[in-house]
């Protein structure tokens, strides 16, 4: 469990690093869903947070009812909709950041070592 904890520390204080390069006030990024936020309003994808926290809204409530064969196709379909924003947010933070597809895959799988290299590499004008 503590791993876990680190885990997302970690992912917090290294979207610091991208924040402040897509000129985002780095604080914004440690709170959860302002940071999701901020971060899709400054790339004017406003829309995909809306979706986003709808499912999430959803994925709570069939948490807390009883899970018969309705709440685990909403459960389910919660987590698809769970994957596909974390895609979409990797992309549109790849392509506002003039990053590759080498990025897009680092991005996805290992968040913390991806946004540390696009925060920190000084661009080339």
Known sequence: MIYVFMFYILCLVTRCFVFQKLNIAAWKSMIPFYGSYSLLKTLQKTNI?????????????CWFMKMDWIGAILFIGCGIVFVCYWLTICYYVCKACKKNVFFYLLLVFLQPLAFILMGCKKEKE
């Open 49 to 61: 947070f809306y979706i986003y926290s709808g499912s999430f809204f959803i994925c709570v409530l």
